[in-house]
DNA sequence: CGGATAGTTGACTACCCTCAAGGTATGTGG
DNA sequence: CCACATACCTTGAGGGTAGTCAACTATCCG
């Protein structure tokens, strides 16, 4: 949160600066009427404190969240009280996209720092989808993006070494706060506890701990006072192993023109 | 592959017998006219042999392609050879659905036994799902399923233990096979190898090895000739903590009548 | 200044990995 | 039918990554 948190409810006039509304406009390229109609859908702006559960595993869920400013995540538990973070929300993030189409969240979603949120009828928002088909698309497309980073962090959790694991983790946020405006090169405010950072990783705390010492022993990053430095950005990627491909930031259009590329890089 | 393999193009009359149609029929609850709509997408299926690339990671695709017959996989490859498989695909399913909004495959997808794999062009699927918005809907929620699924499997490979987690796999691969009629609780024909199941899991092959021995000495399974027998379903679901909701295998209207039962669970 | 939360460090343990050898099943050619 | 090859699975030994427990330190805040 630079320059502080504004947890207050942004005033009306201003919907369209939301950064949900502002990442479809320049991700799925939607016009003035596209982001108006659904600017009518917004709900009015909610503000939650740090660690506060906005939704439950298995509630019925009439509506959908985006996180306008703050941290947050989504999770699941087992019986025993391990959890596991599935995705990392900033803002402009749909929090809970599965119940659009399920009616039910499939996992719990909660702030990790103070958070203002705004909400949409599902039901709502699928017409939009119909009488609208470019915001159709640019729900499903948003949809098929949230599964290609899950499938990535699967490719973490199974086959990635902690220390290749936590860089990759980084690299992640590093480019996802570059696209809204909140991270540079050399770094970004990471509020991320490493007992948050281990549920994200499947690990334990303490070896998350171990793994940063790791890192910033050789040089690649710093930490202080809940930010995080990147001293080499390129070296912390190829550690990681990181294309940020599958983030998809560069749009719908995205991509598209760079044919041949892939074939190249296998040759 | 109950029966036997029938590996030859389906006769020209039977698309609508097509996996994937009875699927989305049964589950979408579409109708004859959405069906045959689909149905007339369908392209000429293709044999593929065990062990064969359909669509490598990066390749430029056009199209989507359903798995008709046999057993697949897609996987993510790291640059030192490990790799990580992210979806386990059976007949009915979609195997590349990214390739319908990025134009371009995720992830490299491939069979495992020998199969038969029908396409359909990403536009023109995307254009029937504006003139017929019930299809369109259908593949929304055959995105949002697929992410249920990753997601859980991030638990998996982020919380379980091994045991814990080759239980979940086997409960998982008993209710998605149970759903198309290929088990029953007593189990089903197992084409995996121990390797590419320590590709699922993230794990060596040699402690999937050790794992099965593990489930195998307790009485919950057994392994014969390709095929798994489950001694006791209840039991192997307890150990692996299954919850099937996430497979939302009741379709699009199924669960909303059960409301409360949540809150009731964590009361 | 006390209290709470978060992070670090050390010692010990356990889960899982690697290497290596042996065993089993299936298929092929003589 | 047998010898052989191949692929897959099993078992053992030893090692490394990561987990647990515990104590200590740092930082933030009222």
């Not at 929300?89 to 189409?101: A, E, F, K, Q, Y």
Request: proline share 3%; aromatic share 4%; with cysteine.
């Amino acid at each position: 949160m630079p320059g502080g948190a504004r947890l207050t409810p942004a005033p009306e006039g201003a919907w369209t600066r939301h950064p949900f509304l502002l990442r479809l406009g320049k991700l799925a390229g939607l016009g003035e009427g596209e982001l108006a109609a659904l600017a009518a859908l917004l709900e009015k702006e909610r503000a939650f404190g740090a660690r506060s559960v906005i939704v439950h595993e298995g509630d019925k869920v009439g509506r959908i969240h985006v996180l306008s400013e703050g941290w947050a995540c989504r999770y699941k538990h087992l019986a025993d009280g391990r959890r596991q973070i599935t995705a990392v929300l900033v803002p402009g993030d749909v929090m809970d996209l599965d119940s659009l189409r399920f009616g039910r969240a499939g996992e719990t979603v909660a702030t990790i720092t103070p958070c203002a949120v705004a909400a949409l009828g599902s039901a709502a928002v699928r017409e939009l989808g119909l009488s609208h088909p470019r915001i159709g698309e640019a729900m499903a497309w948003l949809g098929a993006v949230e599964n290609a980073a899950l499938a990535e962090r699967n490719v973490c959790l199974g086959r990635r070494s902690a220390r290749e694991h936590l860089a990759h983790l980084l690299c992640e946020l590093q480019a996802r706060l570059a696209a809204i405006g909140e991270a540079d090169e050399s770094g970004f405010a990471l509020p991320l506890t490493q007992e948050q950072i281990a549920d994200i990783m499947g690990l334990s705390s303490i070896h998350v701990s171990r793994t940063f010492m790791d890192l910033r022993s050789e040089g690649l990053i710093e930490l202080q006072r809940r930010r995080l430095e990147i001293r080499n950005l390129r070296e912390l990627r190829r550690v990681a192993g990181f294309r940020p491909d599958y983030l998809h930031l560069e749009g719908m259009r995205g991509g598209e023109d760079a044919s041949g590329e892939a074939r190249a890089a296998r040759a």
